[in-house]
């Protein structure tokens, strides 16, 4: 189903998410769109304006935008102007002109500006996709190499699909500890810290970690926060029960107390320091 604000896709890669904002004013190419993709691992937001682009694109950790020239209020053009003088996080952001105007002039304009990319309608749907999605892993890449998030005193590291406990009851000199998570436990971990006191159902939790497709029991989650307590030692209570519920993921100090040590803020972690149980560096 098609809603104005925002189309909910599935995601099957918790450790990030693919948002992508469509800025088109057509019923008829949101549709085109949303299908195409479809099963893709995205979340499609939509805007009909500028304006409505502008404010979802601040409300939003949007990585790519797909932008129409010919909008109801203003052209894409202007659009990507003012994205790009009032937003840092622009630069980072590929932008597709997806629009009818073939002009020679308007596709000089569009890649003068910055644009990454741009796709005259009517397009092919399978070729739109592949170039959605070869955008979307090379932000993939770009984000997983050498990131590493902090909540309280958990390190992950995405590149690597690892997780340490670095509190001074676990480490031993500057070493910090390697739970040695399985993937699926990492990635359970991983999307409950993202959302400090945020508390998922098992249902949520099965959608967003093991996939809308794969056919597992409520318990299943139970299980594996068994799992990750048991490997978590001290720091099992940061995953609290919620009864009737679901869980929780209850850090130690509190999110408005410090923006270094508790969320998801990308961290200038040197993760080389973080040593292996074996005392083998890790390879960065």
Same mark, same amino acid.
């Given at each position: 189903?098609?809603?104005? %604000?925002?189309?909910?896709?599935i995601t099957t890669d918790p450790s990030m998410d693919n948002k992508v904002l469509l800025v088109d004013d057509s019923a008829d190419v949101l549709l ?5 993709? /479809? ?17 979802? $694109? ?43 105007? /073939? ?7 569009? $890649? /003068? ?15 739109? *996709? ?14 997983? *190499?050498? %990131? ?38 990492? *990635? ?60 929780? $993921?209850?850090? %130690? ?7 270094t040590t508790v969320g998801s803020a990308t961290l200038n972690l040197d993760i080389k320091k973080i040593q292996h149980p074996l005392n083998q560096p890790? %390879?960065?």
């Open positions: 189903m098609i809603r104005g %604000k925002r189309q909910r896709m085109i769109v949303s299908r195409a993709l /479809s099963g893709a691992g995205v979340e499609l937001i939509t805007a009909s304006s500028a304006a409505e682009g502008m404010r979802l $694109f601040r409300e939003n950790e949007i990585n790519l935008i797909l932008l129409d020239i010919g909008l109801p209020d203003y052209d894409g053009f202007n659009l990507l102007l003012e994205l790009q003088e009032n937003s840092q996080k622009m630069q980072a952001v590929p932008v597709i002109f997806l629009t009818g105007k /073939s002009g020679t002039n308007d596709k000089v304009t569009a $890649f /003068s500006m910055g644009a990454d990319d741009y796709i005259v309608k009517p397009f092919d749907v399978i070729e739109f *996709r592949a170039r959605v999605m070869s955008k979307l892993e090379k932000i993939r890449k770009r984000h997983l *190499r050498n %990131k590493t998030f902090l909540v309280g005193d958990l390190v992950f590291d995405l590149s690597t699909q690892r997780a340490y406990d670095v509190s001074k009851t676990a480490a031993t000199g500057t070493s910090g500890r390697d739970m040695r998570l399985t993937v699926t436990e990492f *990635r359970l971990l991983h999307y409950l810290a993202r959302q400090p006191s945020h508390v998922f159902s098992r249902a949520q939790l099965l959608d967003a970690v093991w996939g809308h497709d794969v056919h597992v029991f409520d318990r299943t989650v139970d299980a594996h926060v068994c799992a990750l307590r048991r490997k978590l030692l001290k720091q099992a209570r940061l995953v609290e029960s919620i009864p009737g519920i679901g869980y929780s $993921f209850k850090p %130690k100090v509190n999110v408005n107390e410090t923006d890790l %390879k960065p």
